[in-house]
């Protein structure tokens, strides 16, 4: 989540019949050739969770569809030697009394480490691992329930895997494999200079093996206790984990072991002479004397290799055949430019664009909703109140959305939300300073603009006051409405609010507020609360017990009012394909206004197609700032556009994975939009 001035931050699926019938897969592993996996492959523990509850029906196979009568097993997790994991899986009948097994695409890319190549069929997907020919394997591939299967039996079996499926996990063992060797390049990473310049690491072993990358927390330095911390004039590194199915030997590990820091002496010294001069210590180490491999260790039968890599740059790893070798090569462009037709209408691309002299990367997926009837929804993380976050990776499951982005702005501290929530043509959280939104129908029509709900309370006696805000954590003076959807109780946010009760359009009870975070007032089912703020609480003598009340409601604009569904963010970044940034109309601070961040964005394009977007850390510095942003969303084709709440909120989810970053970076958010694909018979 991006830091926001203080009004705007802190910030189902039917599950397979399962039968209980198991195949074991006996094999031999085959060598293989060059591949390049995406930056931002994501970690491992964090792979997949399927959903529990059926929440959007009419989901798309864009395979021909297999009857689930004919799907033996299927299951959320995957044990990978010894190591139980969330991965989406399914075993079906075979040939020849041997079983068909599938993983899910983002299963097989998080967890084993085989690249996804570009496709243009999203029934037949081109993988490299350790490949031993330049023409590379092709699995096929079908949609189902918002999981992309791609069938891996005979890919397993020519790696020598035994698999196995024990109900709800598939277990997989594959060879034992030995690190024999970890060797980086003389080029140094990150010294002083301007860009830092690039380095590779070559880890050699005795056969392919499963590997995973996960980024880490940023390198932390010890401190000199007798020395006070300065602000750091760098950024400071970040560790990204490699972790490899094998055992290194014991002199390899030797080698990357870090010695241990020396103790600054604590005992008083005896010439009194020496206690006025500074007790000389070694310097503390600073990010750009990190060495490159910070340390290699086995845990759980990995070798994992901790790397401190510089901001700004990141690894990209490929695997390499005779001899089988990961390549992880240190770079501030490191992201592989993709192409897949993932599925009948939707895309999923990455590339870097040119701004001036900067280089962004850019993921993102394009949908045509012509092509296969799509639905676009609103997504919240807690079903049962407007409180609440979750990852998105969470979320989305339990939608069985197959994509995902994540949506408005949210209060970090109560996890409550801060702008536009229509779904289905009901307003679950109201518009705030006329930021801007997008609008969509059921026939995959969109609009955007900036936002405002007029409400309007009237009362029996022709007194009519305006309501400023529909179930929102933005507090002001005025009144404010709070309905069912926000949840059974509401708690004051601000101290002397009045509470005033209307059930069946009248006013059946007025009570102090108190002090805030409280008391919790009853949301009535037939009604809603009113609450009366600052000057506001002097109208609550005209608002008596048995007061009739009626309420206008309407969109400025008004079109707004034609689409269901509507989630508001901000700002508005383009329309009709000019930039039409204006984040200081839409009351944004400053600080937020300049700050360079990773961010998110929607928008459409001059087709009529759907683009979801994340733009990450340009080539050897930070994220984009607004202004860039709209130039680039220009840049990707945008005819309308609008930005998402971005910095550690930025997520983009597709069949069970994030495609733009590591989960372990991503925060919790209160919202998304999910991508549904209907079914087609």
Not at 608 to 627: C, E, F, Q
Request: charge should be positive; hydrophobic fraction near 40%.
């Amino acid at each position: 989540m991006l830091k926001m001035p203080n009004s705007d931050r802190p910030k189902y699926l039917t599950a397979f019949v399962n039968q209980g019938h198991s195949r074991v897969f006996w094999t031999n592993i085959s060598p293989i050739i060059a591949t390049a996996l995406c930056l931002y492959t994501t970690s491992a523990t964090n792979a997949q969770q399927l959903p529990t509850l059926t929440r959007s029906p009419n989901l798309t196979s864009q395979m021909p569809t297999v009857p689930t009568s004919r799907v033996l097993t299927s299951g959320n997790q995957i044990s990978l030697n010894g190591r139980t994991l969330s991965g989406a899986w399914l075993q079906r009948p075979g040939t020849a009394d041997r079983a068909t097994i599938y993983l899910s695409d983002g299963a097989l890319r998080q967890l084993i480490g085989v690249d996804l190549l570009n496709t243009n069929e999203p029934v037949r997907q081109p993988v490299e691992w350790f490949s031993p020919s330049k023409t590379p394997v092709v699995l096929g591939a079908w949609l189902q329930r918002g999981y992309r299967y791609l069938d891996i039996t005979n890919f397993a079996q020519k790696a020598g895997w035994q698999i196995q499926a024990n109900g709800n996990i598939l277990v997989i063992s594959t060879p034992a494999a030995t690190v024999k060797e970890i060797i980086q390049s003389q080029q140094p990473v990150g010294v002083s200079e301007a860009p830092p310049k690039e380095a590779r690491i070559f880890v050699d072993l005795d056969r392919p093996t499963p590997w995973q990358v996960s980024q880490e927390l940023p390198v932390k330095s010890p401190q000199d206790p007798d020395t006070p911390t300065p602000k750091p004039s760098k950024i400071p590194n970040r560790i990204w984990k490699v972790s490899l199915d094998g055992i290194a030997d014991p002199a390899l590990i030797q080698r990357y072991t870090p010695l241990p820091t020396a103790p600054i002496p604590t005992t008083p010294l005896l010439n009194p002479l020496k206690q006025l001069l500074p007790i000389p210590v070694s310097p503390a180490p600073t990010p750009e004397s990190e060495p490159l491999i910070k340390q290699v260790e086995v845990v759980n039968n990995q070798t994992v290799i901790s790397l401190s890599v510089p901001f700004g740059m990141a690894p990209r790893i490929s695997t390499l055949a005779n001899p089988n070798r990961l390549v992880i090569e240190i770079r501030p462009d490191a992201l592989v430019e993709k192409n897949i037709a993932w599925a009948r209408g939707l895309q999923w691309r990455q590339q870097f664009f040119n701004l001036g002299k900067e280089r962004f990367p850019i993921v993102w997926l394009e949908i045509n909703p012509r092509a296969f009837g799509l639905t676009l929804k609103p997504m919240r993380s807690n079903l049962s109140s407007l409180a609440g976050t979750a990852p998105l990776m969470q979320i989305a499951p339990k939608y069985s959305a197959a994509a995902a982005i994540n949506g408005g702005y949210f209060n970090r501290n109560n996890r409550l939300p801060l702008g536009a929530i229509r779904q289905d043509g009901q307003w679950v959280s109201g518009p705030i300073l006329n930021r801007g939104a997008i609008a969509w129908n059921d026939s995959g029509q969109f609009y955007f603009d900036r936002l405002t709900l007029e409400e309007t309370l009237i009362a029996s006696n022709n007194l009519r006051l305006p309501i400023l805000f529909l179930n929102s954590a933005y507090v002001q003076s005025g009144i404010a409405r709070y309905t069912p959807v926000w949840g059974a109780t509401y708690t004051p946010l601000t101290d002397n609010e009045i509470i005033l009760t209307v059930q069946k359009d009248q006013v059946t009870n007025q009570l102090p507020g108190g002090k805030a975070g409280q008391t919790n007032f009853p949301v009535p089912q037939d009604g809603y609360l009113l609450t009366l703020r600052g000057n506001a609480v002097n109208t609550a003598a005209q608002l008596p017990i048995g007061t009739a009340l009626s309420i206008t409601s309407t969109t400025v604009p008004s079109n707004f009012s034609r689409y269901s569904n509507i989630i508001g963010a901000g700002p508005l970044l383009v329309k009709n394909r000019q930039i039409v940034l204006d984040a200081k109309s839409e009351k944004f601070s400053n600080a937020f206004i300049a700050e360079k961040a990773i961010r998110s964005g929607i928008c459409t394009n001059s087709t009529g197609n759907l683009m979801i977007a994340a733009v990450h850390n340009r080539a050897s510095g930070p994220g984009p700032t607004l202004a860039e942003h709209a130039q680039l969303m220009q840049l990707l084709g945008c005819v309308d556009a609008l930005n998402l709440d971005g910095g550690s909120s930025t997520s983009l989810y597709l069949g069970g994975q994030l495609i733009d970053r590591s989960p372990s970076t991503a925060a919790r958010v209160h919202n998304g939009i999910g991508i549904f694909l209907e079914q087609k018979q």
